[in-house]
């Protein structure tokens, strides 16, 4: 069974504390793996997808990494707007139904002025 | 311009009533899903349809039935509701079927059994 695990649980960062949020993964046959950010009372927001080991993606503060088992989601220099739930997921390769996404339990950050 | 819309945004009720939940995506895209968030925040497949043909029916009970419409709505028909229903549900949709697809996600309905 496809399993995403997300770590930490929950993580506090100063503003400007650059830091790393993890996301172990076990799939038959990886499709995508997508990064979201989700604040408090809404729904996810995508970020990034990442298809193939070693693509990188940027976007701001953000940049997403993936291995064969692994992606990290770096933030540089993180601000308090920052401060949200970052959830990872992936789809495997094998149908049907592969289109679900399969998500983690998220990673909780803050950030402190 | 919302893109992927859900109503209601709360629903309080009680145990054994029937309830119905709306999403309308204005993105022009082939396929919608359901995912439900439960207390400890883990984020799950229920349904998805393409073109209004249902594809995944994760292990749902009977009492959730999911209907469209159209493409462009998919709504989900709760009966006999239970404490354990108590969730929040999210409707997403994406361009077409293909893995790989982004999908995006509405602002979800905050559902309470009592």
């Known amino acids: 069974e496809d399993q995403v695990t997300q770590s930490p649980e929950a993580l506090r960062l100063q503003e400007g504390e650059s830091s790393s949020l993890n996301c172990s993964y076990t799939v038959s046959g990886l499709r995508g793996l997508f990064w979201y950010r989700q604040d408090p009372g809404k729904g996810p927001e995508f970020l990034f997808t990442?298809?193939?080991a070693g693509e990188e993606k940027e976007k701001e503060r953000l940049k997403a990494t993936l291995t064969k088992k692994e992606s990290f989601l770096h933030i540089t220099a993180p601000k308090p707007e920052d401060s949200a739930t970052y959830l990872c997921a992936v789809q495997a390769s094998v149908p049907p139904g592969s289109e679900k996404l399969v998500f983690g339990k998220g990673t909780k950050l803050t950030v402190n002025p | 311009d919302t893109a992927v819309s859900q109503t209601p945004k709360y629903l309080v009720t009680q145990m054994g009533n029937d309830k119905s939940i709306k999403c309308e995506q204005n993105l022009g895209h082939d396929t919608m899903y359901w995912y439900k968030q439960d207390s400890k925040k883990f984020l799950k497949i229920m349904f998805s349809?393409?073109?209004?043909?249902?594809?995944i029916n994760e292990t749902v009970p009977n009492r959730f039935s999911p209907k469209s419409p159209d493409k462009a709505h998919l709504n989900l028909h709760i009966n006999s509701l239970e404490l354990g229903d108590s969730a929040v549900y999210f409707c997403a949709s994406s361009q077409t079927l293909r893995v790989g697809e982004t999908q995006y996600f509405g602002p979800g309905t905050r559902l309470l059994v009592l």
């Open positions: 349809y393409n073109n209004k043909e249902l594809i």
């Open positions: 990442l298809y193939s």
